[in-house]
């Protein structure tokens, strides 16, 4: 087809323009609401956590594992945690999950772990709501 073909319908560019912006404005709007969404996920199952919510941590080499909580008790929790260490944060959805025998850690220790960002993000499985 020819460009002058009577056929063919571009977008008129004085509404392509507003359309562009409004699309982008959207996603950046769902991006941010996202964002924010994550950061008090966070902050609320790090104040009242429930065994069974995966913590996602990073070391100072920005190596990635994983630790899971099994109880909490007081000021503690019961952990276990990941046996590997990945160095894409990717790689942590490829890997089959193994885990050393469970410790006991302060809750002010999750608090300066995720405060230093140490601990990535919080995953509060489904049915553990």
């Known amino acids: 087809m020819r460009k002058n073909d009577p056929r063919v319908k571009t977008l008129n560019p ?3 323009g507003p359309i562009a912006l409004i699309l982008v404005i959207g996603f950046a709007t769902l991006f941010i609401y996202g964002y924010v969404k994550d950061l008090q996920n966070n902050k609320e199952y790090l104040a ?3 065994a069974g919510d995966i ?3 990073r070391d100072d080499l920005r190596r990635y594992s994983v630790m899971r909580a099994i109880e909490i008790l007081g000021d503690e929790m019961k952990v276990e945690k990941g046996n590997f260490i990945v ?11 193994t885990f050393s025998p469970p410790v006991w850690i302060k809750m002010s ?13 919080i995953v509060r499985p489904p049915g553990n709501q």
Do not use: C, F, V
Not at 90 to 97: A, M, R, S, T
Not at 114 to 119: C, G, H, L, P
């Open 14 to 16: 004085k509404i392509g």
């Open 48 to 50: 009242n956590p429930k």
């Open 55 to 57: 913590y996602y941590t």
């Open 87 to 97: 160095t894409d944060k990717k790689q942590l959805h490829d890997k089959e999950w």
């Open 109 to 121: 220790e999750l608090r300066r772990m995720y405060d230093a960002d140490e601990i990535t993000s």
